[in-house]
């Protein structure tokens, strides 16, 4: 099954984790994917390998999406390499965990500028681009923290609800031209920024997951290509929880 073949994807912090396996989920539909990454420039250049592997075309594109320039500079690379973006999805992210009374100031504004401020940026720059080809999707991961909140996750937990408040309202300012806009919120899901922590804090985790089971990236990835498919066509403004039932 090819339903993505010569569309143009960019995937904002790709290099590992969730992004990785996004990009390697929507390149197997016969997506082009565009790799964004901050400083794994390793990583980026074997993906695109991995990538070209499955007959694809793929890019690495070293930016900081959380600069105005930066991801300007993403877009705009995007668009020289393969001409349009069919699908934009927000990825990039970082965890300053702390509790609020310990928690830095440096801290906050470090995670809202990467999630939150970070989306807004390349959702702007990306838009001038759909609203020419009049259809896109975008398609934003938030997190389940974003709708329930967790203790020690202040900052993260705030910037991923402003993904969620950002989804609904540029769902309705795009709508007209044929552009969906959701988001994808992931619970528990093993990767590197999960693994660090402590066997005591997984297991308190795993007994509030009705499913019994920790996520995969790839569990994320499936419902990422299922928002890019035509299947989606007629969905937008929403926010999937792929959370083993962790928030209902």
Same mark, same amino acid.
């Given at each position: 099954?090819?339903?993505? &073949?010569?569309?143009?994807?960019?995937?904002?912090?790709?290099?590992?984790?969730?992004?990785?396996?996004?990009?390697? &989920?929507?390149? $197997?539909?016969?997506?082009? %994917?565009?790799?964004?990454?901050?400083?794994?420039?390793?990583?980026?250049?074997?993906?695109?390998?991995?990538?070209? #592997?499955?007959?694809?075309k793929a890019e690495a594109v070293? #930016? /900081?999406?959380?600069?105005?320039?930066?991801?300007?500079?993403? %877009?705009?690379?995007?668009?020289?390499?393969?001409? =349009?973006? /069919?699908?934009?999805?927000?990825?990039? $992210?970082?965890?300053?965990?702390?509790?609020?009374?310990?928690?830095?100031?440096?801290?906050?504004?470090?995670?809202?500028?990467?999630?939150?401020? $970070?989306?807004?940026?390349?959702?702007?720059? +990306?838009?001038?681009?759909?609203?020419?080809?009049?259809?896109?999707?975008?398609?934003? %991961?938030? @997190?389940?923290? $974003?709708?329930?909140?967790?203790?020690?996750? +202040?900052?993260?937990?705030?910037?991923?609800?402003? %993904?969620?408040?950002?989804?609904?309202?540029?769902? =309705?300012?795009?709508?007209?031209?044929?552009?969906?806009?959701?988001?994808?919120?992931?619970?528990?899901?093993?990767?590197?920024?999960?693994?660090?922590? @402590? !066997?005591?804090?997984?297991?308190?985790?795993?007994?509030?997951?009705?499913?019994?089971?920790?996520?995969?990236?790839? /569990?994320?990835?499936?419902?990422?290509?299922?928002?890019?498919?035509?299947?989606? !066509?007629?969905?937008?403004?929403?926010?999937?929880?792929? !959370?083993?039932?962790? +928030?209902?």
């Amino acid at each position: 099954m090819e339903d993505l &073949k010569g569309k143009t994807v960019v995937v904002t912090g790709a290099s590992r984790g969730i992004g990785k396996a996004i990009a390697l &989920k929507l390149a $197997g539909l016969g997506a082009n %994917i565009v790799i964004n990454y901050r400083s794994e420039s390793k990583s980026a250049e074997d993906l695109v390998e991995e990538i070209k #592997a499955l007959g694809v075309k793929a890019e690495a594109v070293q #930016a /900081d999406v959380s600069s105005f320039e930066g991801a300007k500079n993403l %877009i705009e690379k995007a668009v020289e390499v393969f001409g =349009r973006i /069919d699908i934009l999805v927000n990825n990039a $992210g970082i965890t300053k965990d702390g509790l609020l009374l310990r928690m830095k100031e440096e801290d906050f504004d470090k995670v809202i500028e990467v999630n939150l401020k $970070g989306a807004f940026n390349c959702i702007r720059h +990306v838009s001038s681009v759909m609203l020419k080809q009049k259809c896109g999707k975008i398609i934003n %991961i938030s @997190s389940v923290v $974003g709708i329930a909140g967790n203790a020690g996750q +202040v900052n993260y937990s705030a910037a991923k609800a402003g %993904i969620i408040g950002m989804t609904k309202s540029v769902a =309705r300012e795009l709508a007209s031209r044929n552009i969906t806009v959701n988001a994808v919120a992931p619970g528990f899901i093993k990767t590197n920024m999960t693994e660090v922590l @402590s !066997d005591k804090a997984k297991e308190t985790t795993l007994k509030g997951i009705p499913l019994k089971r920790f996520g995969t990236a790839e /569990d994320v990835a499936n419902v990422v290509a299922f928002l890019s498919l035509p299947y989606s !066509d007629y969905i937008t403004g929403h926010v999937i929880n792929v !959370d083993g039932g962790m +928030v209902m």
